[in-house]
């Protein structure tokens, strides 16, 4: 967060948005689930237990937090509606008024606020959507790509490289059950098969 004499009083936010996550899959909701990081920030900030995703698609879903509307009101209802260029977007994104209100705003992994459908990538104009650093880990060439934003695998290659034989296995989008289950499990299964 920028110093400023406002922004000092300001609290800091972290908002964390995941891709099928249940509401049981926290260790602070459910013993059987081990999310020590995340049961700290639960403890420590507000963790709401009775809300509802204002869409049952990603994409739709993630534009109406960013921009405080229903779908039917932005009128993006699939993951095939976009708004191309901050010019179409209805209002300004979380990130844009965090800025007006002194924080500095920062975003890592996906939003899909682009999409590569019927769009190459010299027509889509470089934005952060409000987002003073935008940063993925996937690679520039990844149909995840949006303008504008850091990739892994031209910021840190080496590390790109080792992340992507550490999730190979992992399937499209790390959402088989090997993805799940992460790598820390999935490594101690596989070397305890290997000893027995």
Known sequence: ???TQTSEKLPNIIFLMTDQQRF???????????????????????RFSQAVCQAPMCVPSRYSMMLGLYPSQSGLRH???????????????LPQRLQKLGYQTAGFGKTHWYAEIGLGKDELKPSTRGFEVR??????ESVH????????DRDKPQAF??????????????????GYIGCRMY??????????
């Open 1 to 3: 967060m920028k110093k």
């Open 145 to 152: 790509y949006e303008p504008g934003m850091v990739c892994m």
């Open 79 to 93: 993951n095939c509606q976009i708004c191309p260029s901050d010019d179409e977007l209805p209002l300004p994104v």
């Open 135 to 140: 940063a993925h880990r996937e690679s520039s």
């Open 161 to 178: 490289v080792k992340l992507q034989a550490e999730t190979a296995e992992y399937g499209n989008g790390e959402e088989n059950e090997l």
């Open 187 to 196: 490594c101690r299964r596989k070397s305890m098969r290997k000893a027995g």
């Open 24 to 46: 049981d899959a926290l260790g602070c909701a459910n013993r059987l689930v081990k999310t020590p990081n995340l049961d700290s920030l639960a403890a420590r900030g507000i």
